[in-house]
């Protein structure tokens, strides 16, 4: 589950989500070969800004996943990403789930936390990557003390130091992958995000508005889907014909109760000779507000 940006994130940038739902990952050719593909797939996507938006991104899956599976027999959702706020919530919509970290992500932090040490980087990652393996929290910290005070470079210290941020805050999505044998599967993420949503709104230099946006993730996402657009077009015209009849029916009891209002305000004029006069003011504004008398 990933949110891609559509270009460098600056005040007027926007961020689109996508979900990938698969069942399981095979070999795809023969024994041997290293391709693989994922078995079940279901994409969901869009803007879904904000965090009532995003609940409602995470209800569409949890009701695909109530519509297609056996719930009581399903053992665990994992939610595989890069720890972004809004991918690990979904842990709070969707039932038995666990977040997972991407080994990708972790990767790139260690990464770019040891490159300073030249020769000596293959050897610290071990280090590192041994430390996770192990479930030392405390060990990991104290080895990336020590690439913090091998170099005066402020950057690079920078980097030391989002690296122990990254892998604090994301400790439990890294501990599910190594004590689960469920997470240890990998992560397909950005070629995902590459093929569905950056091959058609960010590979070139493009401006979007946020409703474009939208659409064009939702359309991305519904062909994924082997989906056709026409069907989609359909449904739309058949939603916006329903909701014009509800407001027709609406707009025509309205105008029923405000004639029967009118009838009855004729009604009670005639009943009650002298209701112009200014001593019964009183009853007029009940009958014009439509009041009445306890």
Known sequence: MWKKPLKPVTKKAVKTKL??????IVCDGTEGCKRHKLVGKKYF???????????DLWLEVQQYIYD???????????IAGDGAPWSVAGCR??????FVL???????YIYKATTHLDDSQQAAKEFIYGAINERDFDGVMRLLQKCYASTDQEY????????????????LGIMVRIDDGGAVWGCSAEGHIS???????????????K???????HLRVLTRNEQKIIDLMEYQDKKQRKKNRIECEDQLIQDVQKRKSSRNEEVLRKAIPGLEKKQFSWMRSIINAGGIIA
């Open 19 to 24: 979900i990938l739902l698969y069942e399981d």
């Open 45 to 55: 996507g869009g803007l879904y800004e904000g965090s009532e938006r995003n609940e």
């Open 68 to 78: 297609n599976y056996d719930t009581e027999y399903l053992k665990n959702v994992y």
């Open 93 to 98: 919509v969707l039932e038995k789930s666990k």
């Open 102 to 108: 991407d080994k990708y992500h972790l990767g790139k």
């Open 156 to 171: 690079k210290k920078k980097e030391v130091t989002e690296c122990a941020r990254y892998i604090k805050n994301n400790w």
């Open 195 to 209: 093929h569905v949503l950056s091959a058609r709104e960010s590979s070139r230099p493009m401006g979007w508005s």
């Open 211 to 217: 409703k474009g946006v939208d659409w064009i993730s």
